[in-house]
């Protein structure tokens, strides 16, 4: 089947779909993005991921092409017909293209950004293999930045932390800067140590988990502890667990950093209780 895309107000068949090559996001890397789950056909933390979109948005001077009552139909209309039961929806907002290539970017007023949306179908999202076995992650240098918090489309270091993790033969890996974590490469990065999480705490250093803050809140009314500070990649390595957060991974427990075995080198009871409460709760709250 062909997928149906979204491209500045037009649905149109994939191969169809077109962007400028003065696009500022091609050249530039200009453009913001969110993504959202779908299970069971319905949408998982639309609000959150558009009051994120708009932060990021006004971070960059850029302004909504849509409201986000708009958005939200955009999101269903996309979903309904590409018969998504399970899957994501990828936003991105770009600054557009305007002009020949120019370091200094137009008035945000007269400029029309692009808006940019498909689907992908993952079927057994929920049900995920990886949750059961676990994850392990390498730590790398964080090189990415400074303004980590805002959602942009500047993932090449990212994706380079991935293939290095590939290389090493781990599934991902964890950022180190001044010889803390800061988070993995696509998700927020947690340890557990007795009935304590520990995260890092909201800045600009990391992007601010839509994921996160359910999870989180979640496990405060699980009567677990958190506390948000830096912790090291050695402090890790002798947590009784320790998982990630992201909007397509939900809770994804890490068993191994760097070689080293989490816990007990398998995933932990907080972890595969956090991810169930986390499914449970968004799904009565699905869009």
């Not at 269903?76 to 990828?90: A, C, F, P, S, T």
């Not at 994921?211 to 009784?240: C, P, S």
């Not at 809770?251 to 972890?271: K, Y």
Request: charged content about 30%; aromatic content about 6%.
């Amino acid at each position: 089947m062909t997928r149906t895309v979204y491209v500045n107000g037009e649905y149109l068949p994939e191969h169809e779909a077109k962007v400028s090559i003065f696009d500022r996001a091609f050249l530039m890397a200009d453009g913001v993005y969110e993504v959202t789950s779908v299970l069971d056909g319905k949408l998982i933390d639309f609000d959150g991921h558009a009051k994120r979109l708009q932060r990021s948005l006004d971070e960059l001077d850029m302004k909504s092409p849509v409201t986000m009552d708009e958005l939200l139909e955009i999101h269903r209309e996309l979903v309904r017909v590409n018969e998504i039961d399970e899957g994501l929806v990828y936003l991105q907002v770009t600054r557009g293209a305007p002009a020949d290539r120019d370091f200094v970017f137009p008035d945000p007023e007269t400029t029309e950004p692009t808006l940019v949306l498909f689907t992908q179908s993952k079927p057994g999202l929920a049900d995920s293999p990886a949750a059961k076995r676990g994850m392990k992650v390498i730590s790398i240098e964080d090189q990415r930045w400074g303004r980590r918090d805002i959602k942009t489309v500047q993932l090449l270091y990212p994706s380079m932390g991935k293939m290095m993790a590939k290389k090493a033969g781990a599934d991902d890996a964890w950022m180190v800067e001044d010889g803390f974590v800061t988070e993995g490469t696509s998700n927020n990065a947690y340890i557990i140590k007795g009935n304590t999480i520990i995260t890092r705490a909201l800045s600009n250093d990391i992007l601010h988990g839509i994921t996160r803050a359910a999870v989180l809140r979640f496990a405060r009314e699980a009567q677990m502890q958190v506390e948000e500070r830096n912790y090291t990649i050695d402090e890790a390595k002798e947590a009784d667990e320790a998982f990630i957060t992201s909007a397509s991974t939900f809770v994804m427990p890490v068993i191994e950093i760097d070689g080293t075995p989490v816990g007990e080198g398998t995933p932990g009871p907080r972890a595969a209780r956090l991810r169930e409460i986390y499914l449970e709760e968004s799904r009565k709250a699905a869009i």
